[in-house]
C-alpha cells in the first residue's frame, strides 16, 4: 500500500495505479477532443453555408452528416466520457486517498470503452452509419456501429461502479474520515445518474441490435423515449459533473480562500435534488411526436423539467455567492464593487465565470423550448443546438479543460507547460462558444433547421446570418488547439517539482470574515432569473402571433 | 474545503437569509412556468401541441395522400376539405399546397418510411411537429396572415433531407 507519492497539493496520497489509469483515460479524452473538433471545422463549414469554403472544403449532402455525426459521436459521447470517468478516479482516489479498487478491472473497462470507440468510428468513417447521433430508426448503422456503443457504454458503466467501489473501500478500511467532499458528493450524484443512463442505453441499443438482427420489430418511439434516457440524462451527468469541477476550481483558484465561504451542506443539498428531479427530463424530446399522450408530455417533459431548473438555480447562487464573498472579504463592500476585482487572468476563476455564463444564457434557452406550448416554435431548429453548446461545450467541456489544468499538476508533480496559453485558451473557448450559442440561437428564432445542410438564405433572408457561425466555432476551435497542444506537451514534457500552480491562484487576504454578505450575486442571479422568466413569456407571446395550430 | 473530506459538524451550516431567499425564488419560478404551461389550454386553446394521433396502414394512406395531391396540388383547397400528407424520402405528397386565410383546415400527417420533420417556415412563422412512420398526426391549423409559407424536413431523413421541401401559399 505504498505504492504512491505526496503531492505538494493538501498532502494528496496519489497511487501510481491511479496515476496511469486517469493520465490513460486523460490521452483517450484528448484524442476525442481532437477528432470531434476536426469534425467541427466541416460543421461549422458546412453549416455556414459561405459556398467557396464548402469547396474548398469538398463538403456535400453525403459527407456533411457523416461529418456530423462523427462530431456528435466523438464530442457528446467520447470526449465528455473519457473526462468524465477521469473525474471520478480522481475524485475518490486522489481525493479520499485510496488506491482504485480492482484497478485491473478499471483496465479492462478502458479497453472495452476503447474497442468501443474505434469499433464506432470505423462505422462513420466508412460510411456505414450516417445516422447523426441520434441513430433515430427506420434509419440504419451497420450492426458495428450498434455493438460498438454498447460495448463503450458497459465500459463506462463498469468504471462508474468501480468509482462507487472505492468510495465503499475507502469508508470502510477508513482511508479518509468524516463524509466525503463536496467534490466527491457531486461527483457520486453525476455518477447515480449515470448508471441510470448505462442502463438505459444498453437496452436502446440492444433493442436496435435485436431489431437488425431481425429478432424484433421496431417501436420507433420506444426508441425515441429509451434513446434520451441516454442522450439527455447523459447531459445532467455532465451538468452535474460541471458544477462539482466548478466547486473545485473556485476553491483552487483562489488559494482555498473561496472554500470558506461555500456552504457545503447547501450544496449538496442541491446536488441531492438533481438526482431527485433527473429522470422525468427525457419528456422534453417527444414534446411534439404523435403517439404519446398530453399528460406524460407535460410530467415528464416540461413540469419535470422545470423542477429540475430549481438544483442549477442554488448552484450559481452557490457559486457566484462563494466568490463575491471571498473578494469582499479582502476589503469591498459596496453592492457591485466586487466584480470590478474578478481575477479575470486566473484561469480556474475565468473558467468558472464563463462556464457560468455560458450554462446562464444555455439555461435560459432551455425554459421556452422544454415547455409543451412555446416548443412548437424552437423544436428542431438551431435554437435547440445552440442552447446545448451553451451547456456542453461552454460549460462543461470549459469546466472539465480548466480542470484538467489544475488535476494534471496535482498528479503528476508536473507543471503546466504554459498558464499563459492556458489563459488565452480559456478566453478563446469561452467567447467562442458564448458567439456561437448566440448565433444559433438567433438563427433558431427564424426557424433555420437543425441537423439540415442546405443553403440556408435560398428561403428567408433572416438565415443568411450563418457565416457568423465560423466566427464563435473559429474562436473556439482555436482554443480547442491550444487546449490540447498545452495539455499533451504538459503530459509527456512537463517540468518537475518548483511552484506546481504558478500564476494560476490568486490570493485573497481575508480582513473581515464576520460581516460577510452575497447580496452582489443574491441581485445579479435575481436579474438573471427575470431575464429568465421575460425570455419565457415572451416566446408564449410569440406563440400567439402564429397562425392557429392544434 | 470542498477537496477534503471532513466531519459533519465542519460543514453542515445554517442556510444564511440570503440562501433561504434564493431557495424561495428558485421555487418559485420552477413553479411559475409549470403553473403556465399547466393552465395554458385555459388562456388561449387554440395555440397548443395537438393531442390527436392515430395508428394507420401506409398503403391506404399513401393511396388517400396520393388521391388528395392528385386533385388539389396548386388547387385551393376549399374549406371543410381534410388534407392528406405523405412524408417519404425525399419528398411530401404534395408540393403546393393553396389554403384560404381564416379558414379552419384539417391536416393528416404521416411517413411511409422513416422519421421526418414537419417545419412550416415564412411570414414570421415557426412551427415544428414530428412525422412519425405508421403514427398519423391529426392537427387543425388556421392561417391568419396570407402569404408564402415553406415547409422543410427538418428531422435527419438521409441524403436528399436538405432538398425536402413543400410550399403552402395562403390566399386572401
Not at chain 1, 452528416?65 to 482516489?93: D, P, R
Request: proline share 4%.
Amino acid at each position: 500500500m505504498s505504492d504512491y507519492e505526496v503531492s505538494s497539493f493538501g498532502g494528496l496520497k496519489i497511487y501510481r495505479t491511479t496515476k496511469h489509469l486517469i493520465i490513460a483515460n486523460l490521452i483517450l479524452a484528448l484524442i476525442s477532443i481532437s477528432i470531434g473538433g476536426i469534425a467541427a471545422i466541416f460543421v461549422a463549414s458546412g453549416r455556414s453555408a459561405v459556398p467557396s469554403l464548402i469547396n474548398f472544403l469538398g463538403i456535400n449532402n453525403i459527407n456533411y452528416y457523416q461529418w456530423l455525426t462523427f462530431h456528435g459521436m466523438n464530442m457528446l459521447i467520447f470526449w465528455i466520457l473519457w473526462a468524465e470517468i477521469a473525474i471520478l478516479y480522481f475524485a475518490s482516489s486522489v481525493l479520499l486517498n485510496y488506491p482504485i479498487y480492482g484497478y485491473r478491472i478499471a483496465w479492462f473497462a478502458f479497453a472495452a470503452m476503447l474497442y468501443g470507440q474505434i469499433t464506432v468510428e470505423y462505422s462513420i468513417l466508412t460510411g456505414n452509419a450516417d445516422v447523426l447521433f441520434t441513430a433515430y430508426p427506420p434509419l440504419a448503422a451497420n450492426d458495428l456501429f450498434y455493438i460498438g456503443y454498447a460495448i463503450f457504454v458497459f465500459g463506462a458503466g463498469i468504471a462508474v461502479v468501480l468509482f462507487f467501489l472505492t468510495i465503499y473501500y475507502a469508508k470502510i478500511n477508513e482511508a479518509y474520515k468524516g463524509s466525503l467532499p463536496l467534490v466527491t458528493w457531486g461527483a457520486a450524484i453525476a455518477g447515480i445518474i449515470a448508471l441510470t443512463v448505462v442502463f438505459q442505453g444498453a437496452l436502446t441499443l440492444i433493442y436496435t441490435l435485436a431489431w437488425r438482427l431481425g429478432l424484433t420489430s421496431m417501436n420507433v418511439m420506444a426508441y425515441r423515449w429509451f434513446f434520451w434516457g441516454l442522450g439527455h440524462d447523459a447531459q445532467y451527468v455532465n451538468v452535474v459533473a460541471t458544477i462539482a469541477v466548478l466547486y473545485a476550481l473556485l476553491a483552487i483558484g483562489t488559494g482555498l480562500t473561496a472554500a470558506k465561504f461555500i456552504n457545503e451542506r447547501y450544496a449538496k443539498v442541491a446536488f441531492a435534488l438533481a438526482a431527485l428531479f433527473v429522470i422525468p427530463g427525457i419528456g422534453h424530446h417527444i414534446l411534439v411526436d404523435p403517439g404519446f399522450s398530453t399528460v406524460l408530455k407535460q410530467a415528464s417533459g416540461s413540469v419535470g423539467s422545470h423542477f429540475l431548473s430549481v438544483p442549477t438555480l442554488l448552484h450559481a447562487f452557490a457559486l457566484t455567492g462563494a466568490l463575491e464573498a471571498t473578494i469582499r472579504a479582502s476589503g469591498h463592500t459596496s453592492l457591485f464593487g466586487w466584480l470590478r476585482r474578478i481575477p479575470w487572468t486566473n484561469p480556474a476563476i475565468a473558467a468558472t465565470l464563463f462556464a457560468l455564463i455560458s450554462m446562464g444564457i444555455g439555461g435560459i434557452t432551455a425554459q421556452p423550448q422544454t415547455t409543451l406550448q412555446p416548443n412548437l416554435n424552437y423544436h428542431n431548429t438551431l435554437w435547440v443546438p445552440g442552447h446545448f453548446h451553451l451547456m456542453v461545450a461552454g460549460g462543461t467541456t470549459l469546466a472539465f479543460m480548466a480542470f484538467i489544468y489544475y488535476a494534471l499538476p496535482i498528479l503528476t508533480s508536473r507543471r503546466l507547460y504554459s498558464t499563459k496559453l492556458a489563459k488565452l485558451q480559456i478566453f478563446l473557448f469561452g467567447i467562442g462558444i458564448i458567439i456561437l450559442g448566440l448565433v444559433m440561437t438567433i438563427l433558431g428564432i427564424n426557424g433555420d433547421p437543425r441537423r439540415d445542410f442546405i443553403n440556408p438564405s435560398d428561403l428567408l433572408p433572416a438565415w443568411s446570418l450563418t457565416p457568423l457561425i465560423l466566427l464563435g466555432a473559429g474562436l473556439a476551435i482555436a482554443g480547442g488547439v491550444l487546449f490540447i497542444l498545452n495539455v499533451a506537451v504538459t503530459i509527456f514534457t512537463g517540468k518537475k517539482g518548483g511552484n506546481l500552480f504558478d500564476g494560476m491562484i490568486t490570493s485573497f487576504e481575508v480582513k473581515n470574515e464576520a460581516s460577510i454578505s452575497k447580496r452582489g450575486a443574491l441581485a445579479i442571479c435575481i436579474i438573471v432569473v427575470a431575464i429568465l422568466l421575460t425570455v419565457y413569456f415572451l416566446s408564449y407571446w410569440r406563440l400567439e402571433t402564429m397562425p392557429e395550430l392544434y | 474545503m470542498p477537496l477534503i473530506p471532513k466531519p459533519v459538524e465542519e460543514w453542515y451550516k445554517e442556510f444564511s437569509k440570503q440562501e433561504k431567499i434564493w431557495i424561495a425564488i428558485a421555487l418559485a419560478v420552477a413553479i411559475i412556468l409549470a403553473a403556465t404551461t399547466l393552465s395554458w389550454p385555459l388562456i388561449d386553446p387554440k395555440h397548443e401541441v395537438p393531442s390527436s394521433a392515430r395508428e394507420f396502414n401506409p398503403t391506404a394512406y399513401k393511396e388517400i395522400a396520393n388521391n388528395f395531391s392528385s386533385i388539389y396540388n396548386g388547387k385551393l383547397v376549399p374549406p371543410n376539405t381534410d388534407i392528406y400528407i405523405a412524408a417519404q424520402q425525399y419528398f411530401w405528397s404534395i408540393s403546393t399546397l393553396v389554403l384560404k386565410k381564416g379558414v379552419d383546415y384539417r391536416f393528416h400527417l404521416g411517413s411511409l418510411d422513416v422519421i421526418h420533420g414537419f417545419t412550416i417556415v415564412g411570414n414570421g412563422t415557426v412551427y415544428s411537429i414530428m412525422v412519425m412512420p405508421g403514427m398519423e398526426y391529426v392537427f387543425t391549423m388556421n392561417f391568419k396572415n396570407a402569404g408564402t409559407y415553406y415547409v422543410i424536413c427538418s428531422e435527419y431523413c438521409g441524403y436528399g433531407h436538405g432538398s425536402m421541401r413543400m410550399v403552402i401559399e395562403v390566399v386572401a
